[in-house]
């Protein structure tokens, strides 16, 4: 029996939501490492995180968001629930105009958030993330709170927490604007645009690749039956 990327890449997803869930003081989130450095001012708080997960980033693009994050998996079986409920095949749109000018917003709660961090002396992106709450389930009230409505959004919105909200996305994403590998169309391509439809991200894949919001989860390249898009230098 043939096993699919997409299996494999959703049992690696869940094997690390499984972790998140028992562990009780350990995460990846680069931004807590972010946080400690501006909170402390030691450079002793430099830990590998801060140089393995960039060095992903800048080379791979954002390859924690498709295979690591355990907020990611959630949001997928959240839109692929309506999908199935809908006898859907394809990934429901966006309002464009609108999706355009939202995808923004991580970005600035990224800035807002490091400010505040250096401001009050105080994990403020932690105390707030609903990554943080997988964390041994350990996660503040508040970030409870934001994990139901961004889940809820999802049911609407494929991945709402990760295209508009995702701090860590929004820095991730900064890191891998032009990655060594690149998601990318060949002569293959016969313009049907199903890689488009199957983008969790709406990305207009054939006019606008736009590597900084793509989280690697290559729905577009196992998509493409005919091998027009591919992932590669």
């Not at 299996?7 to 997803?13: A, E, G, M, S, V």
């Not at 490492?33 to 590998?48: A, C, D, G, M």
């Not at 980033?57 to 968001?65: E, I, K, T």
């Not at 590597?211 to 027009?228: D, M, N, P, W, Y």
Request: proline content about 4%.
């Amino acid at each position: 029996m043939k096993i699919s990327f997409q299996l494999i890449r959703n049992l690696i997803k869940t094997s690390f939501l499984g972790f998140f869930l028992v562990s009780n003081n350990f995460c990846l989130c680069i931004l807590g490492f972010v946080q400690r450095i501006l909170l402390t001012f030691n450079l002793k708080e430099f830990t590998p995180q801060l140089i393995v997960f960039p060095a992903i980033a800048v080379v791979f693009g954002r390859l924690f968001c498709g295979f690591i994050c355990p907020f990611g998996i959630i949001f997928e079986w959240t839109y692929k629930l309506k999908m199935k409920m809908k006898k859907s095949k394809i990934i429901p749109k966006f309002n464009p105009k609108i999706h355009e000018k939202l995808i923004y917003l991580k970005y600035i709660f990224l800035v807002i958030g490091l400010y505040l961090t250096f401001k009050y002396g105080s994990y403020v992106i932690c105390t707030v993330c609903p990554i943080g709450s997988f964390v041994g389930l350990n996660g503040t009230v508040i970030s409870f709170i934001l994990l139901g409505l961004f889940l809820i959004g999802g049911y609407f919105i494929p991945m709402f927490f990760c295209r508009y909200f995702c701090p860590i996305g929004a820095l991730l994403g900064l890191l891998s604007t032009k990655p060594v590998f690149k998601i990318k169309t060949n002569d293959n391509c016969t313009k049907c645009r199903l890689c488009e439809m199957k983008c969790p991200m709406q990305i207009d894949i054939l006019n606008n690749m736009d590597e900084k919001e793509c989280i690697r989860c290559f729905q577009c390249v196992t998509a493409c039956k005919k091998g027009g898009i591919k992932y590669g230098r």
